[in-house]
């Protein structure tokens, strides 16, 4: 077909159409994979510090840093990779995070010290190094430090995804009509769970999953097909992952080893929980130990080893990929 003339593009434009065989998008070859990002603790807790000092929880409702991609447009451009939005969040002993709550879901990871709850729709759950805390979307949350020493804790969104859908909600306290919660206890059990559930929500029931019960898992689970062996954290009602658009996991590299390259479409946060080691994100290669979070964006190979036994938690947007029916994984084997 002849290309169109000018006049026929100033009447389409003009009622806001455009033709399709002349956009420079319509068969763009995508970019290559962006590079991975890692955030050394070492150069991190220093600058918490810095904003121990500077501010509290009573002015500015959460003392959080956000890690914003190397990649990001600008400050305003909140996520770290892809669907994924990490932070550091910090507690002085005595000091409270008031109540609120939002349509994003959002995770907590201990990192360093001891004596913080977070409250979720009034369920108490306590946060020591390693454990897993769920907020999921619209429960009331609040954190609150009664230990002697700061806390600091990985911060984990989907606050991207609920950005580009424009479903982003936000309540402060106080408190309203929280919702009748199980205790953990309940779920306890493996493979039983309580004949009457009162809340049927797409989270799990469960909000706290402590780092003692992932290292037992870790230490019976299989060898995944690149060498790794792999938790996942789930709803226990339906066996879905703990929630709707987070995916939380944990991988164990033994001593010794050398993962196989993987490949999947979804995007990476990666935190050391213990150990030291090195990651090939691409054509990178990236040295972590304790505590260091990095990023593996999609499309990338990743592999991994370490100096002797070494454990990640990662948390991803494979889980709304999944549902979405678009997912991606793959493992090189020559």
């Avoid at 550091?88 to 002993?93: D, E, V």
Wanted: glycine content about 6%; aromatic content about 8%.
């Amino acid at each position: 077909m002849s290309q169109s003339n000018p006049e026929s593009y100033e009447r389409w434009h003009a009622a806001r159409l455009a033709p399709l065989w002349a956009s420079p998008n319509a068969h763009k070859t995508p970019p290559g994979p962006s590079a991975g990002y890692i955030w050394h603790w070492a150069e991190t807790r220093p600058l918490v510090d810095l904003a121990f000092a500077e501010t509290s929880p009573a002015s500015v409702q959460r003392r959080v840093l956000q890690m914003l991609s190397p990649h990001a447009k600008s400050l305003a451009d909140e996520y770290t990779c892809g669907n994924v939005l990490a932070a550091l969040q910090c507690l002085l002993p005595g000091e409270t995070a008031r109540p609120h709550r939002h349509t994003m879901n959002a995770l907590r990871f201990l990192l360093e010290g001891s004596g913080a709850v977070t409250l979720v729709d009034g369920k108490k759950c306590p946060m020591e190094f390693g454990d897993l805390v769920l907020t999921p979307g619209m429960c009331w949350h609040e954190h609150r430090h009664e230990g002697t020493e700061p806390v600091v804790w990985l911060d984990v969104l989907d606050v991207p995804l609920h950005q580009n859908f424009g479903t982003v909600i936000f309540q402060p306290g106080p408190v309203i009509e929280p919702p009748v919660t199980m205790m953990d206890a309940a779920f306890g059990s493996p493979n039983i769970v309580p004949y009457t559930i009162s809340d049927r929500r797409a989270h799990s029931p469960v909000f706290r999953y402590p780092y003692a019960d992932a290292v037992r898992a870790l230490a019976h689970a299989p060898v995944s097909p690149d060498g790794a062996r792999r938790i996942r954290y789930i709803n226990p009602l339906n066996g879905d992952g703990a929630l709707p658009s987070l995916e939380t996991s944990m991988l164990q590299l033994d001593a010794g080893i050398q993962t196989l390259p993987t490949r999947t479409n979804a995007n990476l946060v990666c935190t050391v929980v213990e150990g030291y080691g090195e990651s090939r994100v691409g054509d990178q290669s990236i040295a972590w130990g304790p505590r260091d979070t990095f990023t593996v964006p999609q499309h990338n190979w990743f592999s991994s080893r370490s100096e002797g036994d070494a454990r990640l938690f990662i948390v991803s947007d494979a889980d709304v990929l999944r549902r979405l029916n678009v997912l991606t994984e793959e493992v090189q084997t020559a």
